[in-house]
Every structure is written in C-alpha cells, then in structure tokens.
T-cell receptor, first 115, second 113 residues
Framework: AQKVTQAQTEISVVEKEDVTLDCVYE???????LFWYKQPPSGELVFLIR??????QNEISGRYSWNFQKSTSSFNFTITASQVVDSAVYFC????????????FGTGTQLKVEL | NAGVTQTPKFQVLKTGQSMTLQCAQD?????MSWYRQDPGMGLRLIHY???????DQGEVPNGYNVSRSTTEDFPLRLLSAAPSQTSVYFC????????????FGDGTRLSIL
C-alpha cells in the first residue's frame, strides 16, 4: 500500500517570505514517481513537477524548487519570495512504475499568502 | 485544444436518483481516471482505464460504474445517488506510462440531498 502525508494542513505567510511545503511518502516499490499539483481558488488542478525515484537532483523552476530525499522518503516544495498568486492548495502525489498512472494523493496543504 | 472536458460543472440530485458525469478528452490519451475530492481527504481514485474496453477499480469504487467504449470518453455513472457521494469529481487523462503527467478536467461539483 502507498501513502502520502502532508502534515501541514494550512500555512499562512506574508508576501515575499519563503515557504516550504512538506511531503512524506510510503511505498514498497523500488521505482516510483512523485508529483506536485497546485489547485488555485478557481478549483482546477495544475501540474507542477514530476520526479522519478532514481533522480535525486534538486530542481529549480523560477521561484519554485523541489528537494527529493529518498533516504527520508520526502519530496518537499519550496516557494521563494512568495506572492499572493501562490495562494492555493498544493497536493503531493505518488504512483509506482507500472501502476497505470494511478495517483495516490496527500491531503493537501492550503497556502495563504497575504500582503 | 479542449483538453479534458467535464460536464456538467454543477449538479444537485436527490437521494436515489441516477446520474452520469461526462468526461471527454481530445488528446488521444490512453489512460483515463476518475477521482473524488472531499474536504481534508485529498483526491481519491474511483475508477480508471488504460484503454478502450479496459477498466478497473480504484480506492473508492462502491456506488459508481464506468465504461470505456471509445478512447475519447470515460463516463462515470451513479446508479442510486447517496448523500455520501456529495463531492467534487475530477476526470484525468494521460498518455500511457507513469512518466506522463495527468491532465485534469475542471471538475464537477455534485450535491446529493
């Protein structure tokens, strides 16, 4: 069985602060893929990043960065210099290789960025 | 491209009524899935399909039926709606293989009274 835990239910920050969203996962599979999705107040789900279990390099995309640590089963997401437009619910998800692309989601973290 | 299209966007049903949520994609994706989103529980997989004619159950399949007669369409049927099925439903599609990110529709907000 797989499990994704996002222990932070809600985070509030002031604009321009850095914020890290935590994601811890459990799986018995040796090959798997991790994802982050953003759900803004309008409700759609927006794909942010995919990482496979063999690639532990950190990734940076603009103000977004991801830290994958297989040793601690974590795939954390950092937003640098947060903006009001970053306010959303962020989901971490997991699927095993050969899993038919079936995602197991965490419960999400609500990020509120205030002026 | 329309991407993944879900209809309707909103629906209110009475307990015991039946309903079909429509999902269509125009990207020739092999994989399609249905998820439900409930407060505090994230998204949970209901049913999925890896191609036309092939479907299987996800984590929470009870009370829902699916079929996949074409690559493009993957309808979700509620045969006898129950208040516990009040939720937001998302359809997703992707090319075959886990390397491909899933594309989600905009969701259907369903209320069962």
């Amino acid at each position: 069985a797989q499990k994704v835990t996002q222990a932070q239910t809600e985070i509030s920050v002031v604009e321009k602060e850095d914020v890290t969203l935590d994601c811890v996962y459990e799986t018995r599979d040796t090959t798997y893929y991790l994802f982050w999705y953003k759900q803004p107040p309008s409700g759609e789900l927006v794909f942010l990043i995919r990482r496979n279990s063999f690639d532990e390099q950190n990734e940076i995309s603009g103000r977004y960065s991801w830290n994958f640590q297989k040793s601690t089963s974590s795939f954390n997401f950092t937003i640098t210099a947060s903006q009001v437009v970053d306010s959303a619910v962020y989901f971490c998800a997991l699927t095993p290789e050969g899993g038919g692309n079936k995602l197991t989601f965490g419960t999400g973290t609500q990020l509120k960025v205030e002026l | 491209n329309a991407g993944v299209t879900q209809t309707p966007k909103f629906q209110v049903l009475k307990t015991g009524q039946s309903m079909t949520l429509q999902c269509a994609q125009d990207m020739n994706h092999e994989y399609m899935s249905w998820y439900r989103q409930d407060p505090g529980m994230g998204l949970r997989l209901i049913h999925y399909s890896v191609g036309a004619g092939i479907t299987d159950q996800g984590e929470v399949p009870n009370g829902y039926n699916v079929s996949r007669s074409t690559t493009e369409d993957f309808p979700l049927r509620l045969l006898s709606a129950a208040p516990s099925q009040t939720s937001v439903y998302f359809c997703a599609s992707s090319y075959a293989g886990v390397r491909q990110p899933q594309h989600f529709g905009d969701g259907t907000r369903l209320s069962i009274l």
